[in-house]
T-cell receptor, first 112, second 109 residues
């Protein structure tokens, strides 16, 4: 089985641009998570879907971050507009129920 | 919100020594996982252990739910064990995992 697939691996954006990150969870998994990882803040939850329904939207990230899950095998994370402080690694993860979480390789975003 | 504290923040060992990583959390955990991240890599689940003791290879995790703590023991450390180890917990099913800040392990020859 394929693991969690994230694209692109790297993204460079100018301040104010809109970027869309993509994630394909492990087939059959019904939970999908978006996390942001920085050295200072560590891992922060952005969004959490269960069976395509948004369970949590990450509170502080509501304004410019929007995650969607159009079907059970594909999710996007849109950041609009981007700011330099958004530079980080964005990780997508999936699981089946409350079991082991599988992470993708991440997208490294640099906002200039 | 849920707080997850890991200690030590960093650890340097010589190859062959054992490592003991600790995780304390502010609320009762129904989910508890340990993850490993190689520099520049993604997170890989090592053990899912919400209670009791579990082993896999050279890794042993012990979670004492009532005391809100978990540990990860790495025996006979190898250079390839170097990286960052994360503890993550959730309270209740259908809940998000909250991560600790990680413990950076460096194993030298």
């Amino acid at each position: 089985d394929a693991g969690v697939t994230q694209t692109p691996r790297h993204e460079v954006a100018e301040k104010g641009q809109t970027i869309i990150l993509k994630c394909e969870p492990v087939s059959g998994h019904n939970d999908l998570f978006w996390y942001r990882q920085t050295k200072i803040q560590g891992l922060e939850l952005l969004s959490y879907f269960r069976s395509k329904s948004l369970m949590e939207d990450g509170g502080a990230f509501k304004d410019r971050f929007k995650a969607e899950m159009l079907n059970s095998s594909f999710s996007t994370l849109k950041i609009q507009p981007t700011e330099p402080k958004d530079s980080a690694v964005y990780l997508c993860a999936s699981s089946f129920g409350a079991e082991t979480l599988y992470f993708g390789s991440g997208t490294r975003l640099t906002v200039l | 919100g849920q707080q997850v504290q890991q200690s030590p923040a960093s650890l340097v060992l010589q190859e062959g020594e054992n490592a003991e990583l600790q995780c304390n959390f502010s609320s009762t955990a129904t989910q508890l996982q340990w993850f490993y991240q190689r520099p520049g890599g993604s997170l890989v689940s090592l053990l899912y252990n919400p209670s009791g003791t579990k082993h896999t290879g050279r890794l042993t995790s012990t979670t004492v739910t009532k005391e809100r703590r978990s540990s990860l023991h790495i025996s006979s450390s190898q250079i390839t064990d170097s990286g960052t180890y994360f503890c993550a917990m959730a309270q209740g099913t259908g809940s998000k995992l909250s991560f600790g800040k990680g413990a950076k392990l460096t194993v030298s020859p």
